[in-house]
């Protein structure tokens, strides 16, 4: 397959963003690279530079399932190329494989200083492959460097924690439990992560775990509902991966059972009690709370809201999947709705 230019490349990177649920701004000109961005998340916004190539096959007889990017075009200071790590923000190095269609993500600070000659950074196939399925997948490098492979959905979850996941290189322990972390995140308790790290990684590997678990939940929920919201049918890239019983309830789990795909606008609604759903999944709105508003002189769009709202949420097609009647009534029950 032919290189993509840097302006595909760009893009495919911004619709990654896009698809983990990270707003931007770019700030850096079109066809400039490095590019800068502004990233926008929940908690504050921080200045990203990416730096980011084509991952090309092979290369070594002795290494047959190898991928590199090749550095190229980098500022040289005497002769040799080298990166510049953003100040006060974070760098990115990346690679895209068309073929996998997932990234390769290195670590920044395990290549500054003057570059070799024909400088390149390696990943190996299987943890493509891996990143494929399970969403990200860590690679030892050696010398204490780990490089992950990712899908564009866990492109979010990855730049958040970038630094917490690149410190687990440093300890054989974090990153054997890292790699069961990334296979299933269910499968690894913090009694578990408590017993087997050592202090300074271990908080690294918490963090690691939730924005895995989070990411994964969100890959699972999104997909089953088809990209569009239980409620209205709105896709648009406008949609969160809601809990039934919310995440902060001791009761809660990631399962698919108990998550509902919701547009931004029907998130804040089913959160904030304006409507619900029952276990025959018929949609509810809160009559006693809609009579506040209009005494409250507050009911503007009331009407159009009530309009744009399915008789029942559509539910995904594997029964699995659905959201679980003993969820519903827990819920309902907490929030004094009664159906
Ligand atoms: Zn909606």
Redesign the pocket.
């Known amino acids: 397959m032919p290189p993509l230019r840097k302006p595909a490349l760009f893009k495919l990177f911004e619709d990654a963003l896009r698809k983990s649920g990270l707003s931007f701004l770019r700030l850096s000109g079109a066809g400039e690279h490095p590019a800068s961005y502004q990233i926008i998340t929940g908690m504050g916004s921080y200045r990203l530079r990416v730096y980011i190539w084509n991952l090309t096959f092979g290369g070594r007889v002795t290494l047959p399932d190898e991928w590199r990017v090749q550095v190229t075009g980098l500022p040289e200071v005497g002769g040799r190329q080298r990166f510049v790590p953003e100040v006060g923000g974070k760098t990115v190095i990346l690679g895209w494989c068309e073929d996998l269609e997932v990234f390769a993500a290195y670590d920044v600070n395990k290549h500054l200083g003057p570059l070799g000659g024909s400088p390149s950074i390696q990943i190996r196939q299987p943890a493509l492959e891996a990143a494929r399925i399970n969403g990200l997948a860590p690679h030892f490098k050696g010398e204490e460097e780990v490089a992950f492979a990712l899908k564009p959905a866990y492109l979010g979850s990855y730049l958040d924690n970038m630094a917490d996941l690149h410190a687990c290189g440093s300890s054989e322990e974090a990153l054997a439990i890292l790699e069961e972390i990334c296979e299933d995140p269910e499968s690894v308790d913090d009694e578990d992560i408590e017993d087997q790290v050592p202090e300074p990684r271990r908080y690294a590997v918490v963090s690691a775990k939730k924005a895995l678990r989070d990411a994964n939940f969100k890959d699972r929920v999104l997909t089953a509902y088809s990209h569009a ?1 239980a ?2 049918g ?1 896709q648009l890239r406008l949609l969160d991966a809601a809990h039934i019983l919310p995440a902060a309830h001791p009761d809660s789990t990631d399962e698919t059972r108990n998550g509902i795909a ?2 931004a ?2 998130h804040r609604a089913y959160d904030r009690g304006l409507l619900t759903f029952d276990t025959g999944y018929r949609i509810h709105r809160n009559a006693v709370m809609e009579r506040e508003l209009v005494a409250a002189g507050l009911d503007g769009g009331l009407v159009d809201f009530q309009a744009r709202l399915f008789p029942m949420i559509q539910v995904p097609p594997t029964r699995a999947d659905r959201p679980a009647s003993a969820l519903i009534e827990q819920v309902n029950s907490m929030r004094g709705w009664e159906l």
């Open positions: 919201c409620m209205c709105v919701l547009c606008l029907h």
